[in-house]
Structure formats: structure tokens, C-alpha cells
């Protein structure tokens, strides 16, 4: 008697998501009640699941226009610096929240990239305002940046893209 020999493949997906700021997706979730619309970014939206911290922190939207005084989000996140919004209004602790929200994602679907929007108060991953609502820009990190890189994340800003970058990382963790 003839075997048969049965050949079965079996295709493990392996699900990863790709963190990326709202805002750049063309959602209307700026403190100004706009976008930062990313032309690039919105072509490759599929493969793309959108955050906000500020809104996340129970922020509304449109908000006061925030910065950080004192330090920066690594500052902030050990309690020696703080997030006010242009009316002296402390909103740290919202910030806080939706940094700590983002987090929770992160570690329930083991995220390991995010692109997040430059110069933010709580995205920025390398340059932020001075805190003086004067439009100068200083080194330092957002909150949510700053909590996700200290837990592994790989963070980018739009502006560390082109368009082979962006296919490059989206081929490496890309969400099916
Ligand atoms: S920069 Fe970040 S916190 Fe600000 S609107 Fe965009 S996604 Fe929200």
C-alpha cells in the first residue's frame, strides 16, 4: 500500500504594532485643535496604529499650548521638573497619565518602535521647547519619549524619515 505523505505548513503570523503620534496621521488632536499632517506617513497609515498621549491624559482638545520647565520628560517623569501650559496652568499629571497609557500599550502588544512627533511636550525625542512659550528650542525629551525609550522602545521623529527608512522599519515590525 502506497503512503501517503501529507506535507501541512503551518504560517505563524507574528502581530507587531508600530506606534505612531496621531497627529501626524492627520488627526485633529493638536492643542491648537489641528494636524501636523505627514504626507509620507499617512501613505503607509495601514501598517500604523495611532497614539496620543496629550488626549490620552485626558487633555481636550483644543488645549493651552504646553511646555516643560524645569528639565525635561526624563525630569519630569522623576518629579523634579514640570509641564505648564501657556496660561500657568500645571498639567503635569496629565501628561503623566498619558504617558503611563501609552506604556500600558506598549508592554500589552510588546511594541518596539514608535514615531513620534518632533518637538513636543510629551513626543519629542530630541529637541523640545525651552519652556519659555517663545518658540526657542532646547535638547531634551518629551514625556511619553522619554517613558518609552527607558522601557526599550526604538523611538523615531518624522523628521529621521524618508521613505526607505520608514519601509525599512515598517518591514521590521510591521503589523499584518
Ligand atoms: S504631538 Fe503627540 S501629544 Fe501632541 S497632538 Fe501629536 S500625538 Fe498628541
Known sequence: MALAHFCVSVRIEVFKMILVSSCLLGNKVKYSGG???NELIMRYSRYLTAICPESAGNLPIPRPPAELQNGDGRE??????????????????HFLLGAKKILDIVK??????????ANSPSCGKDVIYDGS???????????????LKQNGVKVYSEKDLDEDTLQRIIAMYREE
Not at 76 to 93: C, I, P, R, W
Open 133 to 147: 512659550f517663545s518658540g526657542n528650542k532646547i535638547e531634551g525629551e518629551g514625556v511619553t519619549a522619554a517613558l
Open 108 to 117: 500589552k502588544h510588546k511594541v518596539q518602535v514608535a514615531i513620534l512627533k
Open 76 to 93: 519630569v517623569l522623576k518629579g523634579t521638573a514640570q509641564v505648564v501650559n501657556k496660561f500657568g496652568g500645571d498639567v503635569t499629571a
Open 35 to 37: 494636524s501636523n499632517d
